[in-house]
């Protein structure tokens, strides 16, 4: 432990500890590339395929936190995976394995194919198609181990279908459409158990922000996203926070603005620009609460990577600090350790509906403990609220 520790401090100096600072990381190995795809998998990020100045790329590489270095992996398909070298696809991890499908490649201008990367034996397996039209652009999101896709460009224009895949069954589902327009090159990604997608091209460049209930199967609009309109932007959440970055916007600027989303309060303020240069086409990868985000086209190919972490506030103490629900499902009687100083508990149905006055709620040394009086077997929301901070938790409880 004592190793790791300092290896990770010679690696990144204090970047645990720097309050919204970007840090630059080692550079992404190979030629320059911009709409490249990424995925983590064992806590490692890695970057797959691309577009370089020679043409599209299947080549992959993997980035280790501690060593602050990249290394060489197989390319999408392995030795025999000619013709499948690609940009503008989707990747995600479910169960420790990565996935990439959709995109374009030099003389194939939509794939549907999904390919499965399982670094216990360094190979890659061909998985079901996707189950809706060729396409590239589209958008990807993890949520409980099934993986949602879908917007993008395919041969009839822009689209707006959604399809969630279960790697258990290796199965494609279709569920419901985006709630915004039809697009190409939002950003999409998961945060607690939600999938959000926003900005994009439409025709036109968009700014809403939009949030996906997998538990109603609904898509609930919320506060747009305050910097200029854009497309192709760089995406990442680390709950309750999500945050965009750069992108193009309707004058050709590539911009280097980072804004922070709240979930709790649903609002945005802007944080420190970009560490490098303005951009669109960059991938963005979380690795033990730390994004690196790199790579993308400026005008320029580009391969920096930079680092960014945010010091945790007040209301990420009451957040992180020992929180724990449990247990979860419960027949009846949750508990809930949090620092319950100046706090207060209320239960909501998934309606909205308050339910406080069905759960008999006692305040304990260690946080709360709530009892089920008189609802029926579902899901339920509980949040805590502080008199200055507002709502500084939000969990979802299952009721037996």
Not at 341 to 370: A, C, N, P, R, W
Request: aromatic content about 16%; glycine content about 12%; hydrophobic content about 35%.
């Amino acid at each position: 432990m004592k190793i790791t520790f300092t290896l990770f401090l010679c690696a990144f100096g204090l970047i645990s500890w720097s309050q919204d600072i970007w840090t630059q990381a080692d550079s992404i190995n190979g030629a320059p590339r911009t709409v490249a795809s990424a995925f983590v998998v064992d806590g490692e990020g890695y970057a797959i395929g691309g577009l370089d100045q020679s043409g599209f790329r299947r080549k992959m590489y993997s980035y280790t936190f501690i060593q602050n270095d990249w290394d060489d992996e197989p390319s999408i398909g392995g030795d025999d995976g000619g013709g499948l070298n690609r940009g503008s696809a989707c990747a995600f991890s479910i169960n420790n394995k990565g996935y990439v499908c959709l995109g374009q490649g030099q003389t194939n201008p939509f794939f549907k194919d999904l390919w499965e990367f399982d670094e216990n034996t360094n190979a890659w397996t061909q998985k079901a198609d996707f189950a809706g039209s060729e396409r590239r652009q589209a958008v990807a999101f993890t949520i409980n181990s099934l993986a949602y896709v879908g917007t993008g460009y395919d041969a009839t224009g822009y689209v707006k279908d959604m399809y969630k895949y279960s790697a258990e069954t290796n199965t494609w589902t279709q569920i419901s459409d985006f709630g915004g327009t039809a697009r190409k090159e939002a950003v999409g990604f998961s945060m607690g158990d939600q999938g959000y997608v926003g900005t994009g091209d439409d025709g036109v460049l968009r700014n809403d922000f939009w949030q996906y209930e997998p538990t109603t199967d609904m898509w609930i609009q919320k506060a747009d996203f305050p910097g200029t309109k854009r497309k192709g932007a760089a995406a990442w959440g680390i709950f309750p926070q999500a945050f965009i970055c750069m992108g193009e916007d309707i004058n050709s600027e590539y911009k280097r603005d980072l804004w922070e989303y709240n979930y709790f309060s649903d609002t945005w303020v802007q944080r420190s620009d970009y560490g490098g240069p303005g951009r669109s086409g960059a991938i963005a990868f979380v690795l033990q609460g730390v994004a690196f985000v790199g790579s993308g086209y400026n005008g320029n190919f580009n391969d920096d990577m930079y680092s960014y972490r945010k010091l945790a506030s007040l209301e990420d103490h009451y957040i992180t600090s020992n929180t724990k629900l449990y247990p979860n499902p419960s027949n009846g009687t949750f508990k809930l350790d949090i620092n319950s100083t100046d706090l207060e508990l209320e239960v909501y149905s998934l309606m909205g509906q308050i339910v406080t006055d069905q759960f008999q709620i006692e305040k304990t040394s260690g946080g709360f403990e709530l009892t089920d009086i008189d609802n029926p077997a579902g899901n339920y929301l509980i949040k805590c609220y502080h008199p200055e901070l507002g709502q500084i938790y939000q969990s979802k409880i299952v009721l037996l």
